[in-house]
């Protein structure tokens, strides 16, 4: 018997095809998760953008003028491209004790963080202090 030959169910779990247009109506809706987006009920949810925390706003300096959506698609690849090209350059470096090359961040990483609070200790002075020890 070759069970991936033969289809047991059809449809979605249970056999029965599933629509968020019947949670809507069902009285155990609130028993689905993402009833509250996938299958809005009331007066709340008339007209309103229920995944609006999801879109991104589109800023005046990522906007240029002329511009298709296609074009800035592809000028937003780019740039994302650039910038992962940029890491992976600066951890080869610092991997092989290289210097790294400073560059042009904005936000949270143009912000330039001091050294660790931890105090340094020298690996000669440690090995002194165990040799008297002896």
Do not use: C
Not at 47 to 56: F, H, Q, T
Not at 71 to 96: G, N, P, T
């Amino acid at each position: 018997m070759d069970l991936l030959s033969t289809v047991r169910k059809t449809g979605s779990r249970g056999g029965v095809n599933f629509s968020w247009d019947d949670v809507a109506t069902s009285a155990h809706r609130e028993n689905y998760l993402g009833h509250s987006l996938k299958a809005p009920v009331g007066r709340w949810a008339k007209g309103r953008d229920l995944n609006w925390y999801a879109k991104a706003d589109p800023t005046a300096a990522d906007q240029h003028p002329g511009e298709t959506e296609e074009e800035r698609a592809e000028r937003e690849r780019r740039e994302e491209i650039r910038r992962i090209k940029e890491v992976e350059e600066d951890a080869i470096a610092r991997a092989l004790g290289l210097p790294i090359m400073p560059r042009n961040t904005t936000g949270a990483n143009a912000i330039v963080v001091d050294g660790s609070k931890v105090p340094n200790r020298d690996v000669e002075s440690a090995d002194k202090d165990t040799d008297g020890a002896k």
